[in-house]
T-cell receptor, first 112, second 117 residues
């Protein structure tokens, strides 16, 4: 089983739609969670952290379910500029070592 | 603006040659830098963790003699792909961290696309 699993998509949605991505992780020692965005042939950039209580940043809402080892990202009112690959990232800390593990990403294509 | 600069962005080389990629942290000192590789439609795979002034820690399956990492200063880490082969063609990305990773925000370089002919 992969450490971080995501549906690769692509998710094709019309502008204005609401879309949700899911991610599961296998390491129960994982302590922090993030969503990164990666545009084609570019480096990843942090979109938002994911907190236990859930958190929102504008049109983006992230949720964490530790019991099910599951993370989600909801995008409301999709814009064309949201088209990208969304990477689920998990940080497991062992002693003093931290390791970020990336999912394969979910590709989103927003259309007119 | 970019806080991590990576160079070169693109490189094409002949099989058997060596290629050096530089990763520089701008405006901050990076005690730890990470090197990733990403094949098309795949996730970023951590190759090695580079610590300033000490040997890099390689992930399982990554040949340390093939992928030489040098982190000689707090602002520069280099990755040298030695005796490159076509299967080494990939997108190599570095990232740098100055603080505990629990902050989550790794600053990534722009990536280096290597094509080995």
């Amino acid at each position: 089983r992969k450490e971080v699993e995501q549906d690769p998509g692509p998710f094709n949605v019309p502008e204005g739609a609401t879309v949700a991505f899911n991610c599961t992780y296998s390491n129960s020692a994982s302590q922090s969670f993030f969503w990164y965005r990666q545009d084609c042939r570019k480096e990843p950039k942090l979109l938002m952290s994911v907190y236990s209580s859930g958190n929102e940043d504008g049109r983006f809402t992230a949720q964490l379910n530790r019991a099910s080892q599951y993370i989600s990202l909801l995008i409301r009112d999709s814009k064309l500029s949201d088209s990208a690959t969304y990477l689920c990232v998990v940080n497991a800390v062992a002693g003093t070592a931290s390791k970020l593990t990336f999912g394969t990403g979910t590709r989103l294509q927003v259309t007119l | 603006g970019a806080v991590v600069s990576q160079h070169p962005s693109w490189v094409i080389c002949k099989s058997g040659t060596s290629v050096k990629i530089e990763c520089r942290s701008l405006d901050f000192q990076a005690t730890t830098m990470f090197w990733y590789r990403q094949f098309p439609k795949q996730s970023l795979m951590l190759m090695a963790t580079s610590n300033e002034g000490s040997k890099a820690t390689y992930e399982q399956g990554v040949e340390k003699d093939k992928f030489l990492i040098n982190h000689a200063s707090l602002t520069l880490s280099t990755l040298t792909v030695t005796s490159a082969h076509p299967e080494d063609s990939s997108f190599y990305i570095c990232s740098a961290s100055a603080v505990n990773l629990n902050t989550g925000e790794l600053f990534f370089g722009e990536g280096s696309r290597l094509t080995v002919l």
